[in-house]
């Protein structure tokens, strides 16, 4: 029934001649319509192999590698030594206690630790010497001023005392 509907394109007098050759430029018509390219391009652009490495990038990423594996071979070398050996802990409380009399020469033998240990220690010597020397020395005065220095700040306390009233107030 489909032949007795169909409008051909061009007018010949074979409907069903007319009708196959409609249906084979339709065919190839849609054909085209596949095969047919775009005019605008729409793909991605080409990349570049030395654009796309980034050789800069690569080259910080291999030294901080490298300093990361430095910095645990320096770990491990440590930890092993360690377990090598025993460890030594201090856990020893023998501080001496500090003295706001060192002299500058006592507090740089201190700082610089054990290359002038024995300067240290003679030093160190020295200075308890001079502290056990001031400890035991006696002032020295002569016994006229020491009394007359007190006669005077007895005085001057008594007479204080005594213009001092019952209430508080001094008295006139």
């Avoid at 009708?19 to 018509?29: F, G, L």
């Avoid at 024995?118 to 010597?125: F, I, K, N, V, Y």
């Avoid at 006696?138 to 007895?154: A, G, H, I, Q």
């Amino acid at each position: 029934m489909q032949h007795l509907l169909y409008q051909p394109l061009l007018l010949n007098g074979n409907k069903y001649l007319q009708q196959k050759w409609d249906k084979a430029s339709y065919e190839m018509h849609l054909r085209k319509v596949k095969s047919a390219k775009p005019t605008i391009d729409t793909t991605a652009p080409k990349t570049y192999g030395h654009l796309a490495l980034k050789m800069k990038k690569q080259k910080f990423q291999e030294q901080s590698m490298s300093k990361i594996q430095r910095e645990n071979n320096m770990l491990l070398e440590k930890i092993s030594h360690i377990m090598r050996t025993t460890g030594r802990i201090d856990n020893r409380n023998d501080y001496e206690n500090k003295s706001a009399s060192l002299t500058t020469a006592l507090r740089t033998g201190m700082r610089t630790g054990s290359r002038q240990s024995s300067s240290w220690r003679a030093l160190h010597d020295i200075h308890e010497e001079l502290v056990t020397k001031r400890d035991k020395a006696r002032p020295v005065m002569k016994s006229s001023n020491t009394e007359t220095e007190e006669k005077d700040s007895l005085h001057a306390e008594q007479s204080s005392h005594s213009s001092i009233t019952h209430n508080g107030k001094r008295g006139v």
